[in-house]
């Protein structure tokens, strides 16, 4: 169906609410609106009766009351600018050639070559033979042979040449930057009171005051108001090391707080700067550049002074310029220094569509030659919704009263486990409001506070009975060694005395055995479990879904420990987890997954992040990684042999210099779009 909007003029603004909305109808598989037109195509199930539903809901949108989802950057505008760039440069181009006489022509086309010459008198200044100094020699020997309409062209197709690569290269990191930016739900807010209250970030604006703890994500910019901690900002900055943040510092959106607390005090609503700094991290930071981009980008450069000699040959073996200059028209540079960075953030565009988040370039061809994946047990092979079965209440405690203590201070550092207790707590109607003190949470241990100045822990057992000495009264062994072995065990202490064991159900996802063997069909010659629960747990777990090793009661420095060792037999390693205790394993690897449903600091110190929902979107992101390794040996081939064609045709006499210039330029446009297109066959464009 084409509806159009009766009004004579659309903002990108207006078009992306429509659009957004459109898509949002049941029964619409796409939804396409122009605002120069303002036109709007449907694709919709087809039947009279949808059509009928369309219509009404269409009679029923109104700019101003019509709630719609839009994302900050849709790329209308950017396409809508590069759209008005090439048409006003095509448009020149024809006014030029069919309306001024020679002379003026010969004018325009002198005064356009200055910035090229300029451009390639620099790159010689500075010492390198590159692009500038071919494109700046092809326009001066045409215009010093007085063949201005040649350097016209040359300098039109050049310009129709930058005109796509700046746009295709800007989309790439557009559709990536939406990608990666900033979603957080919740966050905890400081009211005039003192009281913490859970809201929507929406709802938080300017001069309110947010509280971020150990292993959370810092959702909006601002001011530190108390408080100390370290915050990661590789996000923002691309350095891996944590900056201290003390009162009076600032913060921003996306960094995230790897240890202590703070008290912000917002200065940016949310997602104001947000984008604008992700997209400077993706254009600077050296994470995009794989191996092969550097290596695409020295033989690019080196191949300049190859265009150079087979021109210079030429000439003192033909004495013929116009092979000579047929031949300067082809530079290998433009294509390689394209093509394959284009390659690399489509294919992090595509894995996004998958639910994949990636990072950058050298992560991707990591994870093709990685022969070790390393899976934590909790949240990541078990489900990320465990539940609560059972709260053993001890030393003449109420069940009840134990749970919402539990959730009280589970609550402020999100985990699954933490989750599920949180969880069930608000399902029997338990409320729990802030009584402890300071909270603090102790790395693959448990947290620690106090309650009315009695103190209360809650985590493993090594935390509790070990580190805490918390004891089990006597009268009470019997029912402490009765508790089902089947669940995993929290357990919680109050005074030093143990006080309830929360026993949680923590399920195998169901497609953890297939994906584990379709990892193995993948390539990975080694499936590995790593896990801090108990070793007859761990057994079970691993002989079910087929893991080819495991270790239990596993420390967060072990699990850094193992993946040295594997990288001391010499090979590449996977690391997927989830929680705290998973960094120094992530960081560790040689690319570190988190699931999205884990830990914020996890998710910001992972290379690639995956859904929660299936854990075979590891399988789907090797097939794309294999998939980019081919496609950019595929563009290496094509540009290397193309290119060498046009220079043997050039040298033989057999192509015109404007004609050379034409089939290099189209061969790069048209070889940077095939890299934009999806590599997976079944991938939805």
Known sequence: MRVHLHQCYMTFEEADKVQYYLQSLPGVVRAKVSERTCDATIYYGGTAKQRAKLVRALSGFDYETTEVSVPDHTGRELNHKFEDRMFWHI???????????????????????????????????????????????????????????????????????????????????????????????KVWVKTKSGEEVLV???????????????????????????????????????EPLSVRKTEGGAVFAGTVVEEGELVVRVTKDAGTGQYDRIVSMIEESEKLRSDTEAKASDLADKLVPVTFGAAVLTYLLTRDINRAYSIMMVDFCCALKLAIPISVLSAMREAQEHQISVKGGKFMENFAKAETIVFDKTGTITRAVPKVRDVVAFNGQDPKEMLRLAACLEEHYPHSIANAVVRCAKEQGLSHEEKHSKVEYIVAHGIASTV???????????????????????????????????????YLAIGGVLSAVILIEDPIKDEAKDAIRALHEAGFSRVVMLTGDSGRTAKAVAKLIGVDDFRAEVLPEDKAAFIKQEHEAGRKVVMVGDGVNDLPALSAADVGVAINSGAAIAREIADVTISEDDLKALVTLRRLCNGLNQRTTRNYRFILTFNSGLIVLGMLGLLQPTMTALLHNMSTILIALHSMTNVLPESKN
């Open 91 to 185: 448009a020149g181009r024809f006014v030029t050639r069919l309306f001024l006489p020679l002379s003026i022509r010969s004018i325009i086309s002198f005064v356009k070559a200055v910035p090229f010459v300029i451009r390639g008198l620099n790159s010689l200044i500075h010492g390198r033979i590159d692009v500038h100094v071919l494109d700046a020699a092809s326009v001066t020997f045409a215009i010093v042979r007085s063949d201005f309409d040649t350097a016209g062209s040359v300098m039109f197709l050049l310009g129709i040449g930058d005109i796509m690569e700046e746009w295709t290269h800007r989309k790439s990191v557009d559709d990536l930057a939406n990608a990666m930016s900033l979603h957080v739900d």
């Open 452 to 490: 009315d100045g009695v103190k209360v822990r809650i985590g493993s057992w090594h935390f509790i009975f070990e580190d805490e000495k918390a004891v089990l009264k006597e009268d009470e062994k019997e029912k402490f060694d009765s508790l089902p072995d089947q669940y995993s065990h929290l």
């Open 200 to 238: 929507g970030v929406g709802e938080v604006h300017r001069d309110s005051r947010i509280i971020v703890r150990t292993g959370n994500m810092i959702p909006l910019d601002g001011l530190v108001e108390s408080g100390d901690a370290m915050v990661n900002q590789a996000s923002i900055t691309g």
